[in-house]
């Protein structure tokens, strides 16, 4: 027997209530008193979603927008731009920016979707705590749950540090945090807590040794507060770190069993207990319960590695899944729609507690249907053993580039969307209800992509796209017309705050059935004698923002749809397409938590990326399109894609991305995003001259201006045309300007 925790559930509430309740609340249509009530529910359906289901130590997870937003909070150091606001008026200041006092930055939460918002500790920072919110939560879970069950969660010193944007060292914050963090586990104690987890998700990473005597130094502080540590250390194994923080003075130590989602085996975490050993006076939480996956688990499996852990002196153990659920949707009974067979194989946060309670029980259920990690697939890894030639261009990027469309100095372009206005948003609407019938809806679509196209002609832009209006979602409007990927009605997953993503389940072979794009492209084309893009995301990010298979590797799924797009490709360049984008925005965000394992990542990536592409002819122009993040240690990769334009998003980076490109020896086409699309402010013709100049200063592309492209920094779909027009104006006189001076 074991005893069964859990370590974090979904935060949204079935319904989506959290979202319904900030949005109103930021509206002004309810009041502070009424979004705190809102929230008291969200947390408590959640709460009572785990008591039910029979866990006995239950986390008192639950936030209006962020868990490390939460500490920023909790902790008192906001930034100093705040210092005029106080209560949750601060609180969703930083999260959303307030007059004069732009937000915190967002950034991913490791190798999840999930985004945090990044701490800023200044030079002289000083915490002024502030935990009535922790030890409210506390009260209302003991008055729930009872005293034994309630288990406050929150992220630890040092992850907290690790997260945070300074220039100071990471021993030196977590220094100063740390009164702060034992005075709050002594106040919990004191309201009777019977542990307190931290969450030290950083602990996974590779940090180095600053990291190792910070952590050593932190928790041997707190530990002498006396109140048991549960300390949770998940998102893969710990690797060589796992020796010292195994030995670390805490009660409980929570490891991950299952690693990175899409895994067909688990980490090594049971290999670095087998070597090393296991503290005899330590409970060992086992994430055996995949928290990264929809699949039920193999409790069959679970259960002989409970038996094993035993064997090797872990006489206390717990159930838990690997990482917090909080990453899974609420409930596969929600789901009315799906495939015959398919729900029994799938688990969702309530049911992965039923395999917790179940597993710490003793009574684990051998032979789960979902236990293969798949469902209708029947391709096996090496099926997926392709002839090398599949990902070759027939010929190199000179010889290529002579063949393709040719421009002047600085060809404007843009990236792909327009604006998402409420009237193209409702249309989409009319045809999913039946409102309308899809020749109406067509039509209707065939109006915006007009439109779209008569502007871009009107501002004189070189290649025009067709604006994609007809997507809700990059990623969905592709999966929805392969075959194998299933998409839910509810199973909302939180991505920030109040924005939630449904992400498609990859539960078998993928394959092309239809051209999808190929409509929309002609309309396009047929209007203008200018060059349309075709426009098509690419393997690597539909696999990223899915929820992979477990009984084939993510290479191989990568390099089904890409075999798939690679149709795709093809029936554009049937249509008379003669420049391609595929999209790669979410390339980055698969990379491994250690760095060793970079390049097995990447060069499947790379290679799912040239599949797909590949097809194109010479004459063909492929481009892509990366954002969201800093590319400047992944350039040997991003060249081995061998695109004929990489377009990058820069703006906010000044020109480091073009200089790290320059110093890698990149040579194709280049089109560095010149203005910011995230701000509504239109950028002056002088501020992108400037911009365009620094482009020029590194050198990149000397001699060849016709191949240094001019493009805002990404898609426009969350713009208004009142500030795309004038945007895209100055950014087309900025681009004659120097083609004048040519
Ligand atoms: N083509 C897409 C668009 O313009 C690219 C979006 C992205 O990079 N995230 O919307
Ligand atoms: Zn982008």
């Not at 130094?217 to 893969?236: E, F, S």
Request: include cysteine.
């Amino acid at each position: 027997m074991a005893v069964s925790t859990t370590i974090g559930f979904p935060r949204t509430g079935s319904k989506r209530q959290a979202k319904v309740a900030l949005e109103s609340f930021w509206k002004g249509k309810t009041s502070e008193p009424d979004l705190v009530a809102s929230f008291a529910a969200v947390d408590e359906e959640a709460w009572r979603a785990q008591q039910a289901a029979g866990v006995q130590l239950i986390a008192l997870d639950g936030t209006y927008y962020d868990q490390v937003l939460d500490m920023v909070y909790a902790l008192g150091v906001a930034p100093a731009r705040f210092k005029h606001l106080s209560g949750l008026e601060l609180y969703f200041a930083m999260a959303r920016g307030a007059p004069n006092a732009p937000a915190l930055d967002m950034s991913k939460l490791l190798d999840t979707n999930y985004h945090y918002l990044v701490p800023e500790l200044e030079e002289g920072f000083a915490p002024k705590p502030d935990f009535s919110a922790i030890l409210d939560r506390l009260k209302r879970g003991q008055a729930l749950l009872g005293k034994d069950a309630a288990v406050p969660m929150m992220v630890g010193p040092v992850t907290f540090a690790l997260l945070s944007s300074t220039t100071l060292p990471i021993e030196s914050v977590v220094e100063k945090l740390l009164p702060s963090y034992a005075q709050l586990l002594r106040q919990l104690q004191a309201v009777g807590a019977p542990e307190v987890q931290l969450h030290e998700p950083a602990l996974a990473t590779d940090k180095g040794a600053a990291a190792q005597r910070a952590a050593q130094a932190a928790y041997a502080q707190l530990a002498a507060v006396g109140c048991p540590i549960h300390l949770v250390a998940c998102y893969d194994d710990l690797g060589e770190a796992y020796p010292w923080v195994a030995q670390l003075p805490v009660r409980a130590l929570t490891l991950d069993f299952c690693g990175v989602p899409g895994a067909t085996a688990p980490n090594a975490t049971l290999d670095l207990i087998r070597a090393n050993g296991w503290p005899a006076d330590k409970r060992l939480g086992v994430g055996c319960v995949d928290g990264r996956s929809v699949w039920a688990d193999d409790e069959g499996a679970c259960t002989a590695l409970l038996n094993e852990l035993r064997t090797l002196g872990a006489s206390s153990l717990a159930v838990t899944s690997s990482v917090s659920l909080q990453h899974l949707p609420w409930d596969v009974t929600l789901e009315p729609a799906l495939p015959a067979g398919l729900a029994p194989r799938l688990a969702f946060a309530v049911q992965k507690l039923g395999a917790i309670a179940r597993l710490a029980a003793g009574k684990g259920v051998s032979g789960a249907a979902g236990a293969a990690g798949g469902w209708v697939g029947r391709v096996r890894d090496s099926a997926m053993e392709l002839e090398r030639a599949m990902f070759d261009r027939a010929e190199n990027f000179e010889a290529r580039r002579a063949k393709q469309p040719q421009f002047p100095a600085f060809p404007t372009t843009s990236i792909g969307s327009f604006p998402q206005t409420a009237q193209v948003r409702r249309l989409r609407a009319q045809l999913k209800s039946g409102a309308i019938d899809r020749p109406t809806y067509e039509r209707l679509i065939d109006q915006q992509i007009a439109l779209a196209i008569g502007i871009q002609e009107g501002l004189d832009i070189d290649v025009l796209v067709h604006g994609e209006a007809e997507r809700t979602d990059m990623s969905e409007h592709f999966g929805m017309q392969l075959s194998g990927m299933v998409f839910t009605q509810h199973g909302w997953v939180q991505s920030y705050g109040s924005r939630y993503v449904r992400p498609p389940i990859i539960a078998g072979d993928v394959a092309f059935v239809n051209a999808m794009t190929v409509r929309e492209f002609k309309v396009a084309q047929d209007l203008t004698p200018r060059p349309v893009k075709g426009m098509l995301t690419g393997p690597v990010t539909i696999l990223n923002w899915s929820f992979p298979r477990k009984d084939l590797s993510r290479r191989a799924q990568a390099f089904q749809l890409a075999l798939a797009l690679r149709q795709e490709v093809a029936a554009l360049q049937d249509a008379g397409c003669r420049i391609v984008q595929v999209d790669e925005p979410a390339l980055r965000e698969g990379l491994p938590l250690k760095h060793a394992k970079w390049d097995s990542y990447l060069s499947w990536a790379v290679d799912a990326f040239r599949l797909c592409t590949a097809v194109a002819a010479p004459s063909t122009q492929v481009v892509t399109h990366l954002c969201y993040s800093d590319f400047g240690d992944i350039m040997k990769p991003i060249i081995d894609m061998d695109a004929d334009v990489l377009t990058i998003e820069n703006s906010r980076s000044g020109d480091a991305m073009v200089r790290a490109l320059a110093q890698a020896g990149y040579t194709a086409d280049l089109g560095p995003g010149v203005y910011d699309v995230h701000s509504p402010v239109v950028p002056g013709v002088d501020a992108l001259v400037a911009k365009l100049r620094t482009f020029l200063a590194t050198g990149i592309l000397a001699g060849a201006p016709e191949r240094l492209w001019v493009n805002p920094d990404c898609g426009l779909k969350t713009r208004t045309w009142d500030e795309v027009v004038p945007s895209l104006r100055n950014m087309v006189a900025a681009a004659h300007a120097l083609r004048a001076e040519v």
